[in-house]
């Protein structure tokens, strides 16, 4: 579903990325994870979110300033938060939700587009497309 939409919005050249070496080339748009290694059951513990925050804190240090950030996931948007030194209590995580960060960037929260949420239609490809057309508007 994120390489499609993706595609369909015009933010990238192919519609899936099937290995590094495809020739993807993604427009406006940067993919990166809170997480930098495989945790076991694809589950990251607590540990490893926040022995990955810096490098999270130096990516979004380095997008351009207007550039906005669209969490997939709750642990997506949860370490967002963290990194901006703000308490999880303050910007509650919510499928279509915008909140405004002290930097002047906007966050958007979505549901994952994991296999799960997409077959149980948690989230809908019209869900991930509005979503993802607001963020990057």
Do not use: W
């Not at 979004?60 to 300033?65: K, V």
């Not at 910007?91 to 939700?97: I, N, R, W």
Request: charged share 20%.
């Amino acid at each position: 579903m994120l390489f499609q939409t993706l595609f369909d919005l015009g933010l990238c050249n192919i519609n899936r990325s099937m290995s590094c070496d495809d020739n993807l080339i993604l427009s406006g748009v940067r993919i990166t994870n809170a997480v930098k290694c495989l945790p076991p059951q694809n589950k990251p513990q607590a540990g490893e979110i926040r022995n990955c925050s810096p490098y999270l804190k130096a990516e979004i240090e380095a997008l351009p300033p207007a550039c906005n950030l669209l969490a997939l996931g709750k642990i997506a948007h949860d370490a967002i938060v963290k990194t901006y030194g703000l308490k999880l209590s303050a910007l509650k995580f919510a499928h279509g939700a915008k909140h405004e960060l002290s930097d002047g960037r906007k966050l958007f929260d979505s549901y994952h587009c994991s296999r799960y949420n997409t077959q149980t239609r948690r989230l809908t490809a019209d869900m991930f497309r509005d979503v993802l057309q607001r963020a990057t508007a």
